[in-house]
């Protein structure tokens, strides 16, 4: 059976970003359906940033709190694992998308369950569990919002051996004695500090030189730090050649010869774009491809397919992927209206220059890394003249208040032609809260001197700002 059904906008997938392209779009007055195959949320809701952080929360509390004196001694036993993999799943909302099916019919979008794919130009079917059919004609624009899968390395015998992916590392029921975590990037760092808090014996094998390579390598080499005193082990320069499953037993062959044995292993080895089965080749694109966008999140050469989110590789973060919704909402809207864009516009509406210019991110790792913009090596590749000015956070005061014996770092890239900053990182107890600071400077081009005239409350951490400033002045 087949039905026809015509909107202004199709979206194919409910996550976070697809939710709010569908929202802008029906803010803009165009109709609009959205199609999702699994749960209303997407990855983020419910085997992303929600469980992974509702695992992280309890941890960092933990360890911020044994910092404090007065109260440490009231925090030495070890988590309840289980009230938190409770807490975690409330917060996934046990796996049920109730909440944010009505928030969709709430904006007045319709919307299709079923696995969507492109059917030619501005049409897109929908397949229905029981094999129903669905045709959704979009007068306007297509906007394809299907996120990333875990992408496991071609390895002999992993398809057997059951490996853990971030999803069974975000819903686990249980906690593993011993978890073997293959990768050095933000999964793999926060999920190897929630599970080693919660009880497992953790070893990270990173293939690399150190975690968190995105980052300042400061970053890594604290958050490693960390971990090891946390009792995990940390190791480098490391690869895993073949993996097994006997059991309960999980054994991973190494570079060197050697064998480790587990009871999981954790392949959190980067993301695929979820492109392959949606029809990408009845368009003239290839299945299985990032999308490529210009900065009003159409995708390259066509005049009504959008690409928003993590499906276009430029940042694979809801909060950026959100902000892209926004922006490719009013550019859709725009467009119906036949209003030009303004896309040479750096500060318009239709043009998501943040994803270039000052991404931010927290790693929800103890300590926690932040970071906005460039890395130093970034700018340089980038052809900058720049400056990094580095400041030990522990002779902050606010630090010291914070916590007792406060370990971190902090580095801020100056562009030494325009005075402004092109990146900050800092690395600490408690920064995630305080790198909005830093969004603000990079994003907004705040011209050093006047950074000088933004004071920081005595005695908060972000008094770093007042040693970084005066250490590049000298
Ligand atoms: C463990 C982990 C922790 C993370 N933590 C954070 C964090 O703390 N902060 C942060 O900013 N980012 C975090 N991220 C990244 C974040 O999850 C993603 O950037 C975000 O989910 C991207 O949103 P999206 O809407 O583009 O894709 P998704 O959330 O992946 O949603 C895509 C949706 O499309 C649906 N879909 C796919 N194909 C089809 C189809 N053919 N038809 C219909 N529906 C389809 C999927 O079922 C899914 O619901 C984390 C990622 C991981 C893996």
Redesign the pocket.
């Given at each position: 059976m087949t039905d026809d059904k015509a909107y202004d906008v199709v979206v194919?997938?409910?996550?976070?970003?697809?939710e709010n392209v569908a929202d802008r779009a029906r803010a803009g007055g165009l109709s609009a359906a959205i199609?999702?195959?699994?749960?209303?949320?997407?990855?983020?809701s419910y085997?992303?940033?929600m469980p992974?952080?509702a695992l992280l929360r309890p941890v960092i509390a933990r360890a911020d709190a044994r910092r404090v004196p007065g109260l440490r001694q009231a925090v030495q036993g070890p988590l309840d694992a289980q009230a938190v993999l409770a807490h975690r799943d409330d917060y996934t909302s046990h796996w049920k998308d109730d909440g944010q099916v009505d928030w969709v019919t709430s904006i007045g979008a319709d919307l299709y369950r079923?696995?969507?794919?492109l059917a030619g130009p501005r049409t897109v079917t929908v397949t229905a569990e029981d094999g129903t059919v669905t045709t959704l004609t979009a007068r306007h624009a297509v906007a394809v919002?299907?996120?990333?899968r875990?992408a496991l390395p071609d390895l002999p015998g992993i398809g057997e051996a059951k490996p853990w992916t971030?999803r069974e590392?975000?819903s686990a029921a249980s906690v593993p004695g011993r978890l073997i975590v293959v990768g050095g990037g933000?999964?793999a760092a926060?999920?190897a500090t929630a599970w080693q808090a919660l009880g497992a014996q953790v070893t990270m094998l990173v293939r690399g030189d150190g975690l968190l390579p995105r980052m300042e390598p400061f970053a890594g080499e604290l958050v490693a730090d960390a971990l090891r005193e946390a009792g995990a082990e940390v190791r480098t320069g490391v690869s895993v050649t073949a993996v097994e499953r006997t059991g309960a037993t999980v054994t991973a062959t190494l570079d060197d010869g050697s064998a480790l044995e587990a009871d999981e292993i954790l392949f959190a080895t980067g993301?695929a774009p979820?492109t392959e089965?949606?029809g990408l080749e009845t368009v003239g694109l290839v299945p299985g491809d990032w999308l490529e966008v210009d900065d009003s999140l159409r995708v390259v050469g066509s005049d009504w397919l959008y690409a928003?989110?993590?499906?276009n590789h430029r940042a694979?973060?809801?909060?950026?992927?959100k902000y892209q919704a926004r922006i490719a909402g009013a550019a859709i809207t725009a467009r119906a209206a036949g209003v030009p864009l303004l896309e040479t516009d750096r500060w318009g509406a239709h043009s998501a220059t943040a994803d270039h210019d000052a991404v931010p991110?927290?790693v929800?790792t103890d300590p926690e890394a932040a970071s906005a913009g460039l890395t130093l090596a970034e700018a340089e590749a980038a052809g900058h003249r720049v400056r990094a000015v580095d400041q030990d956070l522990a002779g902050v005061a606010g630090a010291g208040l914070y916590a007792d014996g406060y370990t971190g770092r902090a580095r801020m890239i100056v562009d030494l032609d325009r005075e402004v900053l092109l990146g900050v990182t800092f690395v600490g107890p408690g920064v995630g809260e305080l790198i909005h600071s830093a969004t603000i400077a990079v994003a907004g081009e705040v011209p050093i001197d006047r950074l000088w005239h933004a004071v920081p409350s005595y005695p908060t951490v972000s008094e770093v700002w007042l040693r970084l400033l005066e250490a590049y002045r000298g």
């Open positions: 194919l997938g409910a996550g976070p970003v697809g199609v999702e195959s699994e749960l209303v949320g997407g990855e983020c085997w992303a940033c992974s952080k079923g696995q969507g794919r919002c299907t996120g990333t875990a971030s590392a975000t933000v999964v926060e999920m993301r979820r089965d949606i928003v989110g993590d499906a694979l973060l809801t909060h950026q992927g991110q927290v929800f």
